[in-house]
């Protein structure tokens, strides 16, 4: 798709017009052992199942299937994932001091329309040989993925390049939430938001469950499509996953949208229970 050698277009200039993170275009394999990447995919499936699992209990649970390791071992890894225990969503994305940090507006809110609140988050893709991250924006009301993107890293550039793709739609919300990680309270990412005159709403300390739409989409994710399948490399990743979403928005059925799907509640034509 991308050709290196191109007499015209740098990569930047190609990955701009694919509509693909710069960092997925460089994307190259982490070095860890096939053990170690095995093991990642091992604790991603059991934290997707016990999110409250902390290092010494995770260790625990892979000592009791056979797996020697130690908890300095599991702590790195973990860390490596950004996972941690305690609150179901993975710790991704995290502060950096001195960051601006936004009110929280969503407390009393009972979302009754589309493009009322906007919300995204971060979690882990493995691949057969490495891993990717992937962000998605979601809208409440319709639980109806907007946009999303993948990158190696967990720089802001591919959530903004997310955010910006969201809004290309021609639809913007009233409030966009998300938690107080790096990626979201940098500049790039804010002033994408301030500049669509959105309002920005971020989660406080101990608000386990504010993102919990999304947390439910990382969760049908890995379960119904990433778990059934093993990703050679970033572009079969892509691919896949691009199907999965254009599946979970116009034909999937959601109990709490009347068993409508995201599309249909989006644009109008499904009741929303929430």
């Known amino acids: 798709m991308l050709e290196r050698e191109h007499g015209e277009l740098t990569l930047r200039r190609q990955s701009e017009l694919l509509g693909m993170s710069r960092s997925s275009v460089y994307y190259q394999a982490r070095p860890e052992s096939a053990e170690t990447q095995e093991l990642m995919r091992w604790i991603d499936r059991q934290y997707v199942k016990t999110p409250f699992y902390g290092v010494r209990r995770m260790a625990a649970c892979l000592r009791r299937v056979g797996r020697c390791v130690d908890v300095k071992r599991v702590r790195r890894l973990m860390r490596l994932m950004g996972l941690e225990a305690v609150y179901p969503r993975r710790g991704l994305s995290q502060a950096v001091e001195g960051d601006r940090k936004w009110p929280y507006l969503l407390k009393g809110i009972v ?14 893709i493995p691949l057969s040989e490495g891993w990717m991250y992937l962000t998605a924006v979601m809208d409440w009301h319709s639980r109806y993925i907007l946009s999303w993107e993948l990158s190696n890293t967990l720089e802001a550039d591919f959530c903004v390049m997310a955010l910006q793709r969201a809004l290309g739609s021609g639809r913007k919300p009233e409030i966009f939430n998300t938690d107080q990680g790096s990626q979201f309270t940098s500049v790039g990412f804010t002033g ?5 005159g959105i309002r920005i709403s971020m989660d406080g300390k101990g608000r386990a469950f504010d993102n919990i739409f999304v947390e439910r989409l990382w969760r049908s994710v890995k379960y119904e499509e990433v778990y059934m399948k093993s990703y050679r490399d970033v572009v ?4 896949s996953l691009g199907r999965y979403f254009a599946f979970y928005n116009d034909e999937r059925p959601h109990q709490s949208l009347g068993y ?8 109008g034509a499904a009741d929303v229970v929430n």
């Open 192 to 196: 994408v938001l301030s500049g669509a």
């Open 236 to 239: 079969e990743a892509r691919n």
């Open 260 to 267: 409508g799907t995201p599309a249909e509640a989006y644009h």
């Open 111 to 124: 979302t009754e329309r589309a493009d009322q609140v906007w919300s995204t988050d971060i979690t882990y």
